[in-house]
């Protein structure tokens, strides 16, 4: 047989994985030209609640500026450069940089800088915070951190939402999250995430409920261009995503108020190839988030929600709501660090993807190229 005869899409080569000028182009050309995700609505529930992360190179602050609006800022002083904010999230009425004391309203707006008169030594207005641009999809918030003038999230998240609406996905609480640094690359991981190839051998836990034929195809079908939705489909007569298929939580929204909850049930969106996903069940959701480090590491932060109004130890507990991505994240992290070290050998080449089973790997590679190309 003629090997040759056979035409195989496949991944990168090594040098995208390992080579550090490649990873600061794709920090300017990927992460900082999508919408990247960093909490939800209840992280900032009331005027001055706020939240700071540091992501893609930059450290930012997100906060309720009023009782309408939530914003964010680059948590870096306007004076000399020390950071604003040291807390990962707290209440405040301003916020003071530590170094010399620049104070700063909710809204970004310098308020003082001690010794400086105003309209005489400095011009107030003119050394607010750095804003960044924020939009909120169902309840997520996400940020644009590139100086270009963002897509505006509505066109970019453009899906017909009434079937998510009705989970009232603003009304939910966090009950679980976790953040893991894997020694990887950051597109193995994307690339393990994108395909159920390898989930009836290393994943038993979501196989239990996950229906990976289905998966297949909707990841070949669904999972197109930077901004993707779909349905997360289950076997029949499982309820949601757990260890067993039975409930983990009241349902959400006004799911609670039927008699039953439908079976199957599960919807959500996702971006990439910077890789930010939502996962909606009847009674949870979850949301994934990447994060690169550098060219050789990558975080992977988990976060589970269920309902505002579900009671712990009633409706929920949150190791049940947690366990079958704990579990699924540890499994996907020692797949990858190892691919890694694989990937790192002088003798790499990328090898054949199977068309349909990892089929939506080589389009996102395309996205990720055709970003990558665009000066
Ligand atoms: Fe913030 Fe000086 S660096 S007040
Ligand atoms: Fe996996």
């Not at 289950?234 to 006004?254: D, H, I, N, Q, R």
Request: charged share 25%; aromatic share 10%.
């Amino acid at each position: 047989m003629n090997v040759h005869a056979f035409r195989h899409d496949t991944g990168l080569t090594r040098e995208h994985y390992v080579d550090p000028a490649i990873y600061a182009l794709e920090l300017e050309r990927v992460f900082r030209r999508q919408w990247l995700c960093v909490g939800h609505v209840s992280d900032v529930p009331g005027v001055g609640n706020y939240f700071s992360d540091h992501l893609v190179g930059e450290r930012i602050i997100v906060v309720r500026s009023s009782e309408s609006r939530i914003q964010a800022f680059l948590n870096v002083c306007r004076h000399r450069g020390h950071h604003v904010c040291s807390e990962a999230r707290g209440r405040a009425k301003v916020f003071t940089c530590p170094y010399h004391q620049w104070t700063y309203n909710l809204d970004g707006s310098l308020k003082r800088a001690p010794g400086f008169a105003d309209g005489e030594d400095i011009d107030l207005k003119s050394w607010g915070l750095h804003e960044v641009e924020l939009g909120i999809w169902n309840g997520f918030i996400f940020v644009w951190l590139g100086k270009r003038k963002a897509k505006p999230i509505a066109e970019c998240f453009a899906f017909d939402n009434a079937g998510l609406a009705k989970l009232e996905p603003e009304h939910m609480k966090e009950v679980g999250r976790e953040r893991y640094r894997i020694a990887s690359n950051w597109k193995v991981l994307l690339e393990n995430y994108l395909e159920c190839y390898h989930c009836h051998g290393s994943h038993p836990e979501l196989c239990v409920t996950m229906d990976v034929e289905a998966t297949y195809k909707n990841t070949d079908e669904d999972w197109k261009g930077e901004y993707f939705a779909g349905p997360v489909q289950l076997y029949p007569g499982k309820v949601t995503a757990s260890m067993t298929g039975a409930l983990v939580s009241k349902p959400l929204g006004e799911l609670a108020g039927l008699p039953d909850p439908p079976a199957g049930y599960g919807g959500g969106a996702g971006v990439l190839p910077s890789l930010s996903r939502i996962i909606f069940h009847v009674d949870h959701a979850v949301m994934h988030v990447l994060r690169p480090i550098d060219v050789a590491h990558v975080g992977w932060e988990t976060r589970w929600y269920v309902s505002a109004d579900a009671v712990e130890g009633v409706d929920y507990k949150p190791e049940t709501v947690t366990e079958v991505w704990r579990l699924t994240n540890a499994e996907d992290i020692a797949l990858c660090e190892s691919t890694y070290r694989g990937v790192c050998s002088e003798r790499f080449v990328p090898g054949p993807l199977h068309p349909r089973r990892e089929g939506a790997v080589r389009p996102t590679l395309d996205t990720y190229l055709a970003l990558m190309a665009t000066p």
